[in-house]
């Protein structure tokens, strides 16, 4: 059974910084792209980073580059998120999420998911 599971959301003041953390359990994840989703009450699922486990591409939504950076070790199975400068528009509940294709920004396209992990930024 394929497992994935996030940790490390919290309350941080704006400009402060936050790393999450997915952990992915049940098969072999080396041929697999992982990303990283949010959503806001009330908004749809958005991508926000992506990086493909056998070569370690990466992509970011336009609205992060330069303040979170993803990445993964494929020896504990595990993926990280690392916000820095958050915002309070980062605020939202972060999705992980696993396919065996390639980076996409489509929710559509991922056929795993974790439960989620809530980012506050607030002062």
């Known amino acids: 059974q394929v497992r994935l599971v996030e940790s490390g959301g919290g309350l941080v003041q704006p400009g402060g910084s936050l790393r999450l953390s997915c952990t992915l359990s049940g098969r072999t994840f080396s041929t697999y792209t992982t990303g990283w989703f949010r959503q806001a009450p009330g908004k749809e699922r958005k991508f926000v980073a992506g990086i493909r486990w056998r070569d370690d591409n990466t992509a970011y939504t336009d609205s992060v580059k330069g303040r979170f950076t993803i990445s993964k070790d494929g020896i504990k199975n595990t993926m990280y998120l690392q916000m820095n400068n958050l915002k309070p528009d980062d605020t939202a509940v972060y999705y992980c999420?696993?396919?065996?294709?390639?980076?996409?920004?489509?929710?559509?396209?991922?056929?795993?998911w974790g439960q989620g992990t809530q980012v506050t930024v607030s002062s």
């Open positions: 999420a696993a396919n065996p294709l390639d980076i996409s920004t489509t929710p559509g396209v991922y056929n795993y």
